[in-house]
């Protein structure tokens, strides 16, 4: 490992665990170079942010990762009249300012303002364009050098004319050219949010896309983004992924199992299971006691009475509703490190929660996701070792025979720990 290279890791290392960060640079260093990153520039992140943005991108090629950058015009908005001959000259100045910032970060790049796109207008007399073709070559070139490429996003017609495209359009087509693992779009304002101003870290495409197309949840920007972006990964591997995050969350946004944005992929379906029979019980077992630390009670199985099991496809998430007086209680619910920071939980959860309308379950009270959920709970109760939780219960005796049947469960592990559900 090269000394720029070992310097960046030991940082990266107070952003996220040792592991974690290793893992990710061993995941993304076997990665094809041209196929590691396409960025996609904001507006918003070439104007004052453009330092803080040099520096994340720096920061990448510092520790041997080399993406390729598209940007618009930090202007464009501004351009009255909104003529062609304008736009490209903010562009060009733009597409200099960045090379030379990244430069002065101590970063290797190339300006490209040409040549890679081609286009034909919206209109026959208009200035936009859309990308009719991508031609690589000048990318490769940079790549070759080490240099990063910086793509403005103009386009060519056949006959020369220069066309403006908006950045999006031009880093979805660069993707689906190239293949990217990743296509990161960076903003001022970072990650997603939901209509009520809620973070959304992850979007699991094959569980969560239709009820964030059909609902109300996202803002109309956000949600006619997903529908491209799910257009856009249905045409590449399965290993791609998108990010939207800032300048400033860009690390912790890639090497993180948390991340620090909106992480969307193609993700696992969530599968049911109405008996424990019907389940790959060797697989699940695995699950559990991997993140719980401790064994399962050899007969929990038999002991059980199964309601429903929901477990991702790849066996890396699960929540197990069993009954307990009659009543649907959510025994365990187990997520992998990795698969929390795909947001595989949370579609678990999601998906549980909408065919459960009434839940109850317990956590030991210094258990570390207790805080999350306090958040999906209507209610909780503590005891020095146990806090019950539930939601979708207003009704006194209700809730009072949920919390007695809670703590009088036995333990369904090991050895006490830290941790039951």
């Known amino acids: 490992m090269s000394e720029a290279r070992t310097v960046m890791t030991k940082l990266l290392r107070y952003i996220g665990g040792r592991k974690e960060v290793e893992q990710y640079l061993r995941h993304y260093g076997g990665v094809e170079s041209q196929k590691f990153a396409i960025i996609e520039l904001g507006a918003d992140v070439l104007g004052p942010d453009l330092d803080t943005l040099a520096g994340a991108l720096a920061f990448l090629q510092q520790v041997g990762l080399v993406p390729i950058v598209v940007h618009g015009a930090s202007a464009r908005a501004d351009a009255e009249p909104a003529a062609l001959a304008v736009v490209r000259r903010v562009m060009q100045e733009d597409n200099l300012a960045l090379v030379e910032a990244l430069e002065r970060h101590g970063a290797k790049a190339r300006p490209i303002a040409a040549g890679v796109f081609e286009a034909e207008p919206h209109e026959p007399s208009g200035w936009e364009g859309a990308v009719t073709g991508v031609d690589p070559t000048a990318i490769t070139a940079a790549l070759r050098a080490g240099q990063m490429p910086v793509l403005a996003a103009l386009g060519s017609t056949p006959s020369g004319q220069s066309l403006y495209l908006r950045e999006s359009d031009a880093a979805e087509a660069l993707a689906r050219k190239l293949e990217p693992h990743k296509l990161i779009v960076l903003r001022s304002a970072g990650g997603w949010v939901d209509v009520e101003g809620r973070p959304i870290s992850a979007i699991n495409l094959s569980e969560d896309y239709q009820r964030l197309v059909d609902g109300g949840h996202l803002t109309p920007e956000a949600k006619a983004r997903l529908m491209r972006i799910e257009a856009l990964l249905d045409e590449l591997p399965d290993t791609s992924s998108v990010s939207i995050t800032s ?56 002991t059980k009475s199964c309601y429903r099991v929901y477990v991702s496809e790849g066996y890396r998430a699960t929540a197990i509703v069993t009954l307990e007086d009659g009543m649907p209680y959510l025994d365990k619910f187990a997520v992998t490190t990795k698969a929390q920071g795909e947001g595989l939980g949370g579609s678990v959860w999601e998906r549980m929660r909408a065919e459960n309308p009434k839940l109850f379950w317990r956590a030991q009270s210094q258990n570390e996701v207790n805080g999350w959920y306090f958040q999906q709970a209507d209610g909780s109760y503590k005891t020095p070792k146990w806090t019950v939780f539930w939601y979708g219960m207003s009704d006194f005796d209700e809730i009072r025979r949920c919390i007695e049947t809670a703590l009088s469960l036995p333990p369904t592990l090991k050895d006490h720990g830290t941790s039951d559900a």
């Open 247 to 302: 300048p400033d969350h860009l690390a912790r946004e890639l090497f993180t199992y948390r991340g620090a944005g909106t992480l969307i992929q193609h993700g696992e379906r969530v599968l049911r299971y109405e008996r424990f029979e019907d389940v790959d019980l060797a697989r699940l077992t695995g699950l559990l006691e991997t993140c719980f630390g401790r064994k399962l009670k050899p007969d929990y199985f038999q």
